[in-house]
């Protein structure tokens, strides 16, 4: 069978929002993880800005993460994540222009020499003022929607540039909001690291809420150009071919 390929990269917010959609749509997709510093040809020849995540679905390229998070949930979305307020596309489109701007300046001072940190991670602060004001569990009740999945990933990247200071912050609703997420099943699932570390056949056990995403995973190793490729389906037990850069 053939499946869809995610190009992605672990640590990546846009593309965690993307795997976050697909697992919990519980389509399959073929994912295969890119080394940033050796960017495989195959994924350079899909993917017009050379950027993940990026979905291959036959010929289509979907090469925004927010366009793959519409395509997975349009398919099947069993949590009702799309079923929220359209204020929640207000807020996401805040997280991504003047949030994900400022936050950029706050993680890569170097990279923006014109503003200092501390006056971008001010600005971000509004943003999370903002959310800190509108949670209540979650951004629209107890139930997390699109929103949430879309914004939490540049949330943990902004708490993580510093992480003592953003911990000593008044923002008692969004610091649980947060934490949540990041102990949640789901959550270590997406982040899973394939790393087989040596042998042919490696066994890797994790578990996750949503069913049972992966179980027991076996683990083929061989080499290959580039990347790590992972078959998976996020919703049950699965055989998957990593394949590594060696």
């Known amino acids: 069978?053939?499946?869809p390929i995610l190009y992605s990269f672990r640590r990546c917010p846009y593309a965690m929002r993307a795997r976050l959609a697909i697992a919990s749509s519980g389509i399959q997709v073929e994912l295969r993880e890119i080394v940033l510093r050796d960017k495989a040809p195959e994924f350079?020849?899909?993917s017009p800005t050379a950027t993940v995540p990026c979905l291959k679905v036959?010929?289509?390229?979907?090469d925004e993460s927010l366009h793959i998070m519409a395509w997975a949930l349009g398919q099947n979305d069993p949590e009702n994540l799309m079923q929220m307020p359209t204020e929640g596309y207000t807020l996401m489109s805040t997280c991504d222009g003047a949030f994900k701007h400022s936050l950029d300046r706050y993680k890569y001072p170097n990279r923006y020499p014109e503003i200092g940190p501390i006056e971008n991670r001010d600005a971000g602060s509004s943003f999370i003022h903002e959310l800190e004001q509108r949670l209540?569990?979650?951004l629209f009740g107890p139930d997390p929607k699109l929103a949430d999945f879309a914004i939490l990933p540049f949330?943990?990247?902004?708490?993580?540039?510093?992480?003592?200071?953003?911990?000593?912050?008044?923002?008692?609703k969004t610091k649980i909001w947060l934490q949540n997420f990041k102990d949640s099943a789901r959550f270590v699932a997406i982040m899973a690291s394939w790393n087989p570390g040596g042998g042919s056949t490696t066994r890797v056990d994790h578990t996750a809420h949503w069913g049972t995403?992966?179980?027991?995973v076996?683990?083929?190793?061989?080499?290959?150009i580039g990347e790590t490729n992972n078959i998976?389906?996020?919703?049950?037990?699965?055989?998957v071919r990593v394949i590594e850069k060696r």
């Open 218 to 224: 076996q683990v083929e190793q061989r080499d290959w």
């Open 136 to 138: 209540d569990g979650n």
């Open 232 to 239: 998976c389906s996020l919703t049950r037990v699965h055989r």
């Open 155 to 172: 949330i943990r990247q902004f708490a993580h540039v510093d992480l003592d200071w953003f911990s000593a912050q008044p923002w008692e």
């Open 58 to 62: 036959g010929e289509r390229i979907v």
């Open 1 to 3: 069978m053939t499946y």
């Open 213 to 216: 995403w992966v179980d027991a």
């Open 44 to 46: 350079l020849e899909t």
